[in-house]
């Protein structure tokens, strides 16, 4: 038997052979577009088959059980050392690995039951998964506790549509995922379905995923306890007096053109950096302060350390940042003398010091605040004139933070610093040209989610953090970069973590790298090229589109794409009905031709939607009346194919 008909015969027993290899490279903590589009095409074929199955509850519960598990060794070395008990750690991360399952598995339950509803329109029908597939991750990510991170976006691999980032964010590489996909699984069913049909027909037809290709043939599946449908052409034939639908091209062809098409502006963008020194940019030398040898002895020994390495390099950069958590103060007076000697430093030499501590909530079980003894995580830029502004994390690591800090309800703050910078040759002055920065920051998991629109535009992002393994230090980074090109800016990572990643990522880096270092490594200084213009409203017109919109621009993009391609098909049909009719009479049938279809396709989307919500309540129904009714042997029928189980 081919491996085409040994699918077509065995499909449960394939898949779920091929979900727990597929799912366990394709869900590390930092997927790959290639990787992800292989494992969501397995599963849009295997949720197609076990929709139409008894038990499909059962067969949904072991894919949640495989997918977790894959998860969950995909990513065993981060999720054992996440906290401090390794049991604890694994079980948390068992427990991730579980929610971000659950949500693809209901976009997949979904996206089958409202393809069983043979929705007419051939584009909303291959465009109805990478939709509900891109709202179902804008919208998690904005209410996960981790954001994006472990969630199913690639953050590697999708280099050529990384340019779609300013404009609707990471849900342009989410849609270009699940369209692939959605075109794979068309055609692996199509091959599939191949082996059965051309025993029946001699060739092959219609869509796998929709049972039908919506063009008036009818075609036999192979798909156990699907019941045959009427088609067009027979329902047209039964009432001779309706107009028939005309037929519609395929949308495949079009979402492939589209596909590439929108890798076509990566062919245009230069891979190099900006130049740090040019009439068009700023040079900015900044620093990740990280001592070689940290003493663990006393806060102020830490602190000394931290301050005395950021004196050694303050001649070769402007703007020094510290990791995350860099100072752990005990209380208010501490904090006190060591921010007054960092203030003290930065104005003496003349430069910009980020530092970053962890320290007691003053507000303590005041006001909102109820719980007592909790502490915050926070960084103060200190300059040449003092204190620029003081930021707290607003999103906590869960159970390791979330149960000792205390959130911060502010905005990330924005400020404009004047860097001295040399002068080109040309220029002969006494005292040095000021350009004007704009700076904003966040701390670690802040990233993980984006960024809050802000009232003008960042050219740098401060960004210190601290994390336990270098598989999730790599998807921060890579997290982190995201967030700088949603929104038009560079930004500074200094990871302090044993196995961090820090560099300097983001817009204007070309590939998203400027520098790159794993692991505690030392200090490193580096000058990045900041985009300057000399004209007045730089701060507004800089800003991206995303920066202005956030989601909803998204939202709106999507929407669009989706109207469109229903417009077309209505353009297509009513242009069809002209040629095919001539008079008043014909043009009425032809109008109302489209309009019919394009009423029974809203219909039938809605219907599909009010049978996915009450799915699971029918078949739990379902199976409490089969358990109290006496078991009757089941009548002798010939299958064409033995699908087994």
Known sequence: MSLQRFAAAQPVSVFNAAILPLAFFALPSTPSLMALIFLITGLLLYTTVIIRRQHVASHLLLLLLNLSVASTMANLGASTTALPSAILSLGSGLFRSLASSFIPLIVFTLNATMQRQNIRSPWLRIILFPTIWT?????????SPVGRLGLWTPLLGDGAYTWTRPYVGLAGVDFVTGA?????????????????????????????????NGDGHRHAHFLE?????????????????????????????????????????????????????????????????????????????????????????????RIHLWPEGAIHFDGVPARKIAMDKVRETAETLEIWIGASFDEPDPFAGKGSNGREGVRRNGMALMGPKGEVFEYFKRILVPIAESYSHQPSPLLPPL???????????????????????????????????????????????LAPARTWHPTIGH??????????????????????????????????????????QTGNG?????????????????????????????????????????????????????????????????????????????????????GGVRLAIGYVTRRGAVAREEQTRPAVPAPQQTNLIDMGD
């Open 135 to 143: 709202i179902a991750w804008m919208t998690l990510s904005r209410n």
């Open 180 to 212: 692939w996909a959605i075109l794979a699984a068309e055609l692996a069913g199509s091959w599939i379905q191949g082996s059965t049909e051309e025993t029946v027909h001699g060739e092959a037809s219609g869509s796998y995923l929709s049972n039908g």
């Open 225 to 317: 306890g699907e019941e045959p449908r009427i088609s067009y052409d027979e329902e047209h034939a039964a009432h001779p007096h309706t107009t028939a639908t005309p037929s519609l091209p395929s949308p495949h062809p079009t979402l492939f053109v589209l596909l590439v098409a929108l890798t076509l502006p990566s062919f245009f963008i230069s891979p190099i950096p900006l130049p740090p020194h040019s009439p068009h940019t700023t040079p900015v030398g900044v620093s990740c302060i990280l001592p070689m040898h940290r003493s663990t002895e006393s806060t102020s020994s830490v602190f000394d350390q931290y301050l005395t390495e950021t004196k050694q390099f303050a001649s070769r950069a």
């Open 415 to 461: 400020a404009t610093i004047s860097i001295p910078i040399p002068h080109l040759p040309r220029k002969k002055k006494k005292n040095p040209e000021h350009r004007p920065v704009t700076l904003t920051t966040s701390i670690c998991l802040d990233f993980s989610q984006p960024l809050p629109i802000l009232p003008g535009h960042p050219s740098l992002i």
């Open 475 to 516: 998807a921060m980074a890579q997290l982190a970069q995201a967030r700088a090109d949603e929104i038009g800016a560079a930004i500074l990572w200094c990871d302090g973590g044993s196995g961090g990643v820090s560099g300097v990522y983001g817009a204007g880096r070309g590939d998203g790298l400027e520098v790159a």
């Open 522 to 606: 030392g200090t490193w200084i580096t000058t990045i090229g900041v985009p300057f213009n000399e004209g007045s409203g730089e701060e507004e017109t800089a800003k991206t589109m995303y920066g202005r919109m956030g989601d909803i621009g998204s939202f709106v993009v999507l929407m669009g794409l989706v109207g469109l391609g229903l417009a077309y098909e209505m353009g297509m049909m009513w242009w069809s009905g002209r040629r095919s009719v001539s008079g008043a009479s014909g043009q009425a049938d032809s109008n109302a031709t489209w309009s019919k279809w394009m009423a029974r396709s809203t219909g039938r989307l809605g």
